[in-house]
């Protein structure tokens, strides 16, 4: 498999999508899409996060079924970083596709990001559940203060308020784990409601107001 060879020798294969060059259209999205899913799949993948941030500036990617389906294969092997920028993405486009309701052929763009919501999900529980063993994989890193969502921009976790960075620690791991799908939502309303007797066990600042900052 592409992904299961070391990245040296990936850099030294053949791009995983080598059709690109007998493409008409090199200016449409599709083809900058795949085209930058190359570079990835040719870099570390500690650039992963940086890279999908670029392909996610090309619009219309809720409508590129083969590129979530691909997405959704590529995200047992992303980074943690990259794993929030995707699962951010996709649940924005997913809310947006999901507000056309009874367009017939939105169903299965539909149906591809809810797998890559699913799947991304499942797996940012399992790096959170792991982040602290000393044998973890390479792709589970810990972003999980504020320094290191700051670094994501735009696909950040916003924290408001003045907290300890154990505190920060507690409440992004908590929202990424069992809130996956308020990563997107202006104001996490669940999020600060469920983690109000958490907080309250470590500070006593259950009220303060938690977003994210990307709609």
């Given at each position: 498999?592409?992904?299961?060879?070391?990245?040296?020798?990936?850099?030294?294969?053949?791009?995983?999508?080598?059709?690109l060059?007998?493409?008409?259209?090199?200016?449409?999205?599709?083809?900058?899409?795949?085209?930058?899913?190359?570079?990835?799949?040719?870099?570390d993948?500690?650039?992963?996060?940086?890279?999908?941030?670029e392909?996610?500036?090309?619009?219309?990617?809720?409508?590129?079924?083969?590129?979530?389906?691909f997405?959704?294969?590529?995200?047992?092997?992303?980074?943690?970083?990259?794993?929030?920028?995707?699962?951010?993405?996709a649940?924005k486009l997913?809310?947006?596709?999901?507000?056309?309701?009874?367009?017939?052929v939105?169903?299965?763009?539909?149906?591809?990001?809810?797998?890559?919501?699913?799947?991304?999900?499942?797996?940012?529980k399992?790096?959170?559940?792991?982040?602290?063993e000393?044998?973890?994989?390479?792709?589970?890193?810990?972003?999980?203060?504020?320094?290191?969502q700051?670094?994501?921009?735009?696909h950040?976790?916003?924290?408001?308020?003045?907290?300890?960075?154990f505190?920060?620690?507690?409440?992004y791991?908590?929202?990424?784990?069992?809130?996956?799908?308020d990563?997107?939502?202006s104001?996490?309303?669940k999020?600060?409601y469920?983690?109000?007797?958490v907080?309250?066990?470590?500070?006593?600042k259950?009220?303060?107001?938690?977003?994210?900052?990307?709609?």
């Amino acid at each position: 498999m592409y992904l299961g060879k070391k990245l040296e020798e990936r850099q030294r294969s053949e791009p995983f999508f080598n059709f690109l060059s007998t493409v008409h259209d090199a200016t449409s999205s599709k083809t900058k899409a795949l085209g930058l899913m190359n570079i990835i799949l040719k870099s570390d993948i500690q650039t992963w996060a940086q890279h999908l941030q670029e392909i996610f500036k090309e619009p219309p990617l809720g409508e590129m079924i083969a590129f979530w389906k691909f997405i959704s294969e590529l995200l047992y092997f992303m980074p943690t970083s990259a794993l929030q920028v995707t699962l951010i993405e996709a649940i924005k486009l997913e809310n947006q596709l999901g507000d056309e309701q009874g367009t017939r052929v939105l169903r299965s763009p539909r149906l591809a990001l809810l797998r890559v919501i699913r799947i991304g999900g499942a797996n940012m529980k399992e790096h959170i559940s792991i982040l602290k063993e000393v044998n973890k994989p390479e792709r589970v890193i810990d972003i999980f203060t504020r320094e290191e969502q700051d670094k994501l921009g735009v696909h950040r976790m916003h924290l408001e308020g003045k907290w300890s960075s154990f505190e920060e620690e507690l409440i992004y791991q908590h929202w990424a784990s069992y809130h996956p799908r308020d990563l997107a939502v202006s104001t996490a309303r669940k999020v600060k409601y469920s983690m109000k007797p958490v907080l309250l066990n470590v500070s006593g600042k259950g009220s303060q107001r938690i977003t994210s900052s990307k709609m």
